[in-house]
């Protein structure tokens, strides 16, 4: 079951701009993490936020959650030619024993 | 350094051929996940497991099979591997409880002729 939405599908923008993705999920959730996947390669964590957390920073990443509107944003700054990736939200439903559900991804595409 | 070592980057294989992709994570977590990915449908849970010898159904179980004989390594089985089965396939694994970092290894990417 498909929880997460991500929003664009593609997106294309010129290096040093901020790329900035969106999630939005069905479900209640104990947590929501974001994570990277360069082309033909596994899923790299990039950060999780919890329910009781609006926004959390990890370098030049920035997330934002809002449980009231079931949705959350990632944020790259400065965005970097080395960014070019698909990038996955994934919800920690909150009902019991259930696994990550990961959404469809957002490709992205820094241009030098 | 957290490693997952999925057993072969590509494989070409025939209808009705038996398929084993391993899985083998060196963290000693106890969950352990069979994900399938493909354009357009995002990352579907196949299987996972929270224990050695335990297995539970993820949302696209069906043709599918896994094995976890040990804690470090979790098998999935395609008993007779169809045209449908041509996916990247990811295995990944978590500590203790749900809620945390998954560790994905590189994928297994499958074609059946």
């Known amino acids: 079951s498909q929880q997460g939405e991500e929003d664009p599908q593609a997106l294309s923008i010129q290096e040093g701009e901020n790329a900035t993705m969106n999630c939005s999920y069905k479900?209640?959730?104990?947590?929501l993490q974001w994570y990277r996947q360069n082309s033909g390669r596994g899923l790299v964590h990039l950060i999780l936020?919890?329910?009781?957390?609006r926004e959390k920073h990890s370098g030049r990443l920035r997330v934002t959650l809002d449980t009231s509107k079931k949705s959350s944003s990632l944020l790259i700054t400065a965005s970097r030619a080395a960014d070019t990736a698909s990038y996955f939200c994934?919800?920690?439903?909150?009902?019991?024993?259930?696994?990550?559900?990961f959404g469809k991804g957002t490709r992205l595409s820094v241009i030098a | 350094d957290v490693k997952v070592t999925q057993s072969s980057r590509y494989l070409v294989k025939r209808t009705g051929e038996k398929v084993f992709l391993e899985c083998v994570q060196d963290?000693?977590?106890?969950?352990m996940f069979w994900y399938r990915q493909d354009p357009g449908l995002g990352l579907r849970l196949i299987y996972f497991?929270?224990?050695?010898?335990?297995?539970e159904k993820g949302d696209i179980p069906e043709g599918y099979s896994v094995s976890r004989e040990k804690k470090e390594r979790f098998s999935l089985i395609l008993e007779s591997a169809s045209t449908n089965q041509t996916s990247m396939y990811l295995c990944?694994?978590?500590?203790?409880?749900?809620?945390?970092?998954?560790?994905f290894g590189e994928g297994s990417r499958l074609t059946v002729l």
């Open positions: 990944a694994s978590s500590p203790l409880g749900w809620a945390g970092e998954l560790f």
């Open positions: 479900t209640s959730i104990n947590n």
């Open positions: 936020i919890r329910s009781n957390e």
């Open positions: 994934a919800t920690d439903p909150n009902s019991g024993n259930t696994p990550l559900v």
């Open positions: 963290m000693d977590h106890e969950n």
């Open positions: 497991s929270y224990d050695v010898k335990m297995k």
